[in-house]
């Protein structure tokens, strides 16, 4: 079945209306429009060249997923000082965080203006912002509760009237917060009840957001859990549903997790999501779905979504424009690219950590 459109699910939190936010200006409308396209146009060039054989290894992409990366990017635009940690599938969040195309297309082809210099490969994109891609299922949500505990522990440190016992550890708010991405196929893990009982004892400033587009790799959730309300597995720390086919609604959740995370501590945001590409690149045939669950998901799309919105501020011959003019941007980063610098001997002995 396809995931319902509902406004959002509320959990251990009072409601909250977000119908409002459906509302939005033409120029709003434009801007995730155009982040959500360049994803999905990088994206596309990437499994066109993992088929090419130009991806070496593994390649997993977000086609489908957009509208989170694009309501990110929008917050941290706001809050450059958050941080971000998430799974293998973690093109998104790099671009999400300020990594240009150029330099993502550039480490998943293993050149030397890629993000980690062409070592990293799709699955392990950085930048200051952003703490991995993380190969393991899971691993990446424990990584970011420790990244959370740094940005407390700092902060609370750092200010002069905790220095003087005014204020304990558990109750101070810091400016800044770390998002955790994992999907449904992660929830069951233990490392991630570990890691939200540990959040909440400290009260850490942390934004648990579940990616759950209903498989992991080629399973569906129903055969390996129980329910599919994973932002109701925190016990005591309170978790919102929400759909991400109207990125409007959904950025209002995300702006309202982070003011929450930084004063009371950890949040589950769940995104019901799907993705329209495969598990990995080379999933040619996506034989595990069906035809009748893909055409009712792909209505749902969120880049559909936004584009409807245009279609009422915007004349189609002015959206067709827009689209264009989007597609040569990404295409002016990808024919810029240095094919020819690859990365050197000398880089099997830099970027080591070691004491």
Do not use: W
Not at 149 to 156: A, G, L, R, V
Not at 221 to 235: A, P, W
Not at 266 to 276: A, E, F, G
Not at 303 to 318: A, D, G, S
């Amino acid at each position: 079945m396809p995931r319902a459109a509902k406004e959002a699910e509320f959990y251990n939190l009072d409601p909250f209306d977000i119908s409002d936010s459906i509302e939005a200006s033409i120029d709003e409308c434009k801007y995730h429009f155009r982040h959500m396209t360049r994803i999905r146009l990088m994206e596309k060039y990437l499994d066109e060249a993992f088929h090419k054989k130009e991806v070496r290894g593994f390649c997993h992409l977000v086609i489908g997923q957009e509208g989170l990366y694009s309501a990110l990017k929008a917050m941290f635009e706001k809050n450059s000082q958050n941080k971000i940690l998430t799974s293998y599938r973690c093109h998104g969040a790099a671009y999400a965080t300020g990594c240009s195309i150029k330099e993502i297309v550039a480490e998943n082809l293993g050149l030397l203006e890629g993000t980690c210099k062409g070592k990293g490969g799709s699955m392990h994109l950085y930048n200051k912002n952003l703490f991995g891609g993380h190969g393991i299922v899971g691993a990446q949500v424990p990584l970011a509760t420790g990244v959370a505990y740094s940005i407390k522990y700092k902060s609370f440190t750092q200010n002069a009237a905790n220095k003087n016992g005014k204020e304990s550890f558990i109750a101070h708010s810091p400016d800044s917060i770390c998002y955790s991405i994992y999907g449904d196929g992660a929830s069951n893990q233990g490392q991630v009840f570990e890691s939200l009982n540990m959040a909440k004892l400290y009260n850490l400033p942390i934004v648990y957001i579940v990616e759950n587009n209903k498989y992991g790799m080629y399973t569906p959730i129903e055969n390996v859990s129980l329910d599919d309300c994973f932002y109701k597995r925190g016990y005591k720390i309170p978790g919102i549903r929400i759909s991400d086919t109207n990125i409007f609604r959904l950025l209002k959740i995300l702006k309202f997790a982070e003011g929450f995370s930084m004063k009371q501590g950890p949040i589950i945001i769940q995104v019901d999501t799907y993705r329209i590409c495969g598990h990995a690149a080379g999933d040619v045939i996506q034989y595990y779905k069906a035809e009748q669950e893909k055409a009712a998901e792909e209505k749902m799309d969120c880049l559909r979504n936004i584009r409807n919105m245009l279609e009422k501020r915007m004349q189609e011959k002015e959206i067709a424009a827009f689209e264009e003019e989007i597609k040569g941007e990404v295409f002016k980063e990808i024919e810029s690219l240095r094919f020819d610098q690859m990365p050197g001997k000398s880089e099997l002995f830099t970027d080591l950590y070691y004491n």
